[in-house]
């Protein structure tokens, strides 16, 4: 049995099989996502989800779903699922008998005598699915039939029935070509084995995803189904399907499929999981390498991008990638600022901190690789032009006060990572001199000194430091303000404090820091992470639910978060060394459960505050499998 492998007894059951999801994903930015039995939960899901540059550079779901159909002695018997009002309709997961994700997502259905088998797996350069079946069993004449259904809409949306839709397909080889509107990409699907397709246009009406409802949303629409592809099949036979946007030849599917396995990095125990979801976040197109932030819903964001990238790209020894990375983002500074998000051809600048971890993570290149004459080459000017846009004052009232720390903040923006906002505004405003914007700012500065010996900017950070020090310590308290705005200090007891325990340059004392962590391993720290309020706060809210409101209420005000914890682990191992191993080793291991979980085979955006600490938000996250690798690596270095 494989490390991540799911029997009938739990794929049957649709409570136990809805609540896992697969999320695959190529260089190229295109994905593949449903849960373990094909039925789509969200409307997120689909099986080819490409980007559009000509429409808005977003994810569009071309291919919802496909459903397939066995026929032998004129019965039929539909392996397809979707959700309808009321019931599920086909229930094809009832022939389930096996999932294996070793070393491609696979399923095993039996029906009567006949076994098929089904692999996913995307093209790593190209926009294209591909989907073998495999006859392992049949003792009579066997055909297959597959209904694609097709979507071809932003993957924010949903879509219904229209006039406006191209029912028309042109012949390609072993397939067919269909163009629904046209303004997209023509969709490609085909064969590698001769067969017939069957025109038969038309709407389904009113398919369901359940966890849109749950969350709040819109989640009923209309997919298109053109008809149907047919082909005979025989007992030991491999059929591949492929749909992309470009056309491919039917003769070298199987080769292509084969090359494309060879590719994978087993997902065989826990730390080949983080190291195969680590590659799953890097997209390189039209000359740009990025990071996604997570998955489904997520895009390129500054502030992920700099936190992630030394765990998806250093702790992996794939150094040229982590430039490719900086390379690009370098690209995107505009005066002394990042964006924030960046979706599609949308791009927000309102972070604070972004820049700042452009530093920190420019600095685990050095630790990692030792190559500083890069860095100072690469990227020197554009530190020191984020130095100076702070301490002259920028976008969002961010600017560096009399005494050196930063200050920023206006009505209704968040400028840091704790950055929910609803309709009434931020929920948590940060407005002031937040305190992990004073740690990176202190970093910042003393590695630019370490860089150039500017004695002028290593006075600036001794200033930071001593004003840092009298406003935000407190020894009776025993930690550190999150926020002071004028003689306003916020008290509450967050995991942001921990940043200034775990930068390469820190403001504190040993026993301050030892202080810091002791108070978040008792009040925040979980089995999953960091929680980001105490629970004994009366804002706290332990679970993350409901419509978009509640859970922007509780998404930094209990909610758990992993990429913390690799800070909170990276002060931990500073402070005491050798005699933390054991800890943070119970720490990483505990994380070994939720690979079938969730996202099987990945870790998630955040976990509920309150135990069990179940999984939510985006089902693959990069900067939570980032500083898992890191926090792994950190270990080792131990040694």
Known sequence: ????????????????????????TNRSGTYTSTTIIGCNTRKYHGLLVVPQPQIDSQNHVFLSTVHETVIQHGASFNLGISKYPGNYSPRG???????DSEPIPKLTYRVGGVVLQKEIILDTNRDRVMIRYTLLEAHSPTKIRIQPFLAFRGYHTLCKENSDINKEFEKVPNGAKFQLYPVYDPLYLQLSKKNKFNSDPNWYHNIEYILERERGYDYQEDLFVPGYFEFEIEKGESVIFSAGLTEADPKTRERAFEKEIARRIPRNNFENCLQNSATQFIRKRNGDTRIIAGYPWFGWWGRDTFIAAPGLTLARGDNETFLEIMDTMSKDLIGPL???VGSGDFTNMNSMDAPLWFFWSLQ?????????????????????????????????????????LIYGGQEGIALTWMDAVTPDGPVTPRIGCPVEIQALWYNALCFYHEL??????????????????????????????????GEEKDWMIRPNMVFATSLPYIMLTEYQCDQILEMAKSKLLTTRGLRTLAPDDPAYKGYYFGDQISRDQAYHNGTVWV?????????????????????????????????????????????????????KGAVSQAWSIAELLRMMELVKRIK
């Open 1 to 24: 049995m494989s490390y991540i492998h799911f029997d009938k007894t739990q794929l049957v059951n649709l409570n136990y099989s809805l609540d896992r999801e697969i999320i695959r």
């Open 93 to 99: 997961h009832k022939y389930l008998e096996d999932f």
């Open 338 to 340: 990042f964006p924030n």
């Open 364 to 404: 685990k290149y050095i630790t990692y690789t030792g190559d500083t004459k890069t860095i100072k080459k690469r990227y020197l000017e554009k530190l020191k032009g984020i130095i100076d846009g702070f301490q002259a004052g920028t976008d969002f009232n961010i600017h560096m006060k009399e005494n050196g």
């Open 452 to 485: 150039t010996q500017d004695e002028a900017v290593l006075k600036l950070a001794e200033k930071v430091k001593e004003s840092f020090i009298n406003n935000f310590w407190d020894e009776e308290k025993g930690y550190l303000a999150d926020v002071i705005d």
């Open 563 to 615: 990429w913390p914890m690799g800070h909170f682990v990276e002060g931990y191992i500073r402070l005491h060394g050798k005699s933390s191993q054991n800890f943070i080793n119970k720490i990483i291991q505990g994380f070994d459960g939720v690979m079938t979980q969730y996202g099987v085979g990945t870790v998630a955006e955040i976990y509920d505050g309150d135990p069990p600490h179940r999984p």
